[in-house]
């Protein structure tokens, strides 16, 4: 099974930043997050951030397309935008919904070799704790086009979709399920997606009494939260190991190539890592680790046992 992997050094960074979900790095080093003050921003050292454009809603899921410009998934505005760096301007490439299917719960978008940008959206209903209360399996997947002049849902009645990532060999499509704390994968098919399967254990305890119109009064209890865990993002390391952050439980956790699991950080009270949303990779030896959370004004900095697996804009 081998040594877990590990993380050593955690720090505070780019204090400032408003709402950092996801964090990237970019092949030259720079480190960004999401930031609802702007839409993206810089993270240029400890203090100090670098506001870029003004999405409004909230920027969550972000990406680097193959012009260096930033993919936005913004969440509750339901509008997939594309970020210049270079100017601060913003375009929309889809808003509204797709095909019947609202967008407004958009979360992620990531970007696959060819160029094409793959997203969730959570939920297509308008009461987001409601979708959460009852484990409502309405979220679903689509797919933009390398030349972004069409797009299609490829994967529907996914169990809220959160982050995405994707293997090395580009073979699955990997989907965090936030409500059922755990992850599944979809065998990519040319431009579709195949059925999914479960990659790895469930990371959360959630009891099938606690759904219901009334659910909402279990999150009340921090430590009904921790069990229930509720996963959020996810990122691979150089080793095939799949982290995942457990945003309710203060968890960071890998799930091996074999599906065995493994605790890297756990951190019940928060003292240090609060609410974690994300996890990146970056630095010369892709061994520095990122940590985003909705809940801090910073992201998380430290050091990783193990590279992480480059991104399609870091290759």
């Not at 059922?180 to 305890?205: H, K, M, N, S, Y």
């Amino acid at each position: 099974m081998g040594e877990a992997p590990a993380v050593t050094g955690l720090r505070a960074i780019g204090r400032g930043v408003d709402r950092p979900e996801h964090v990237l790095v970019a092949a030259d080093g720079r480190v960004f997050a999401s930031d609802k003050a702007s839409a993206v921003a810089e993270l240029v050292d400890d203090n100090s951030v670098r506001h870029l454009g003004r999405a409004g809603g909230e920027p969550n899921g972000i990406a680097l397309d193959r012009n260096g410009h930033f993919l936005i998934a913004n969440f509750g505005a339901g509008v997939l935008q594309d970020l210049d760096p270079a100017t601060g301007q913003i375009a929309w490439i889809l808003k509204g919904d797709l095909d019947g299917h609202p967008l407004k719960w958009l979360n992620f978008v990531c970007v696959d070799s060819a160029g094409a940008l793959w997203c969730s959206v959570s939920t297509t209903t308008d009461d987001l704790l409601d979708t959460i209360a009852h484990g409502t399996a309405d979220g679903f997947i689509f797919r933009v086009a390398p030349d972004r002049q069409t797009a299609q849902v490829v994967a529907e009645k996914v169990n809220f979709p959160n982050c995405m990532a994707l293997d090395r060999a580009e073979t699955y499509l990997y989907v965090v399920r936030t409500v059922a704390a755990d992850v599944v994968r979809f065998p990519i098919q040319g431009e579709t997606l195949g059925p999914p399967e479960r990659f790895g254990p469930p990371l959360g305890q959630r009891r099938p009494d606690e759904y219901g119109p009334d659910a909402g009064r279990f999150l009340a209890d921090p430590e009904v939260g921790r069990r229930w865990g509720m996963a959020d993002g996810c990122a691979f390391d150089a080793e095939g190991n799949l982290w995942v952050t457990l945003v309710l439980a203060n968890r960071v956790v890998a799930i091996r190539p074999d599906g065995s699991t493994a605790v890297i950080l756990d951190d019940p009270a928060g003292a240090l890592v609060q609410g974690p949303t994300s996890v990146a990779w970056g630095g010369p030896d892709m061994r520095d680790i990122y940590i985003g959370s909705i809940q801090t004004p910073y992201v998380l900095k430290g050091r990783s046992s193990v590279p992480g697996l480059p991104m399609v804009h870091q290759r």
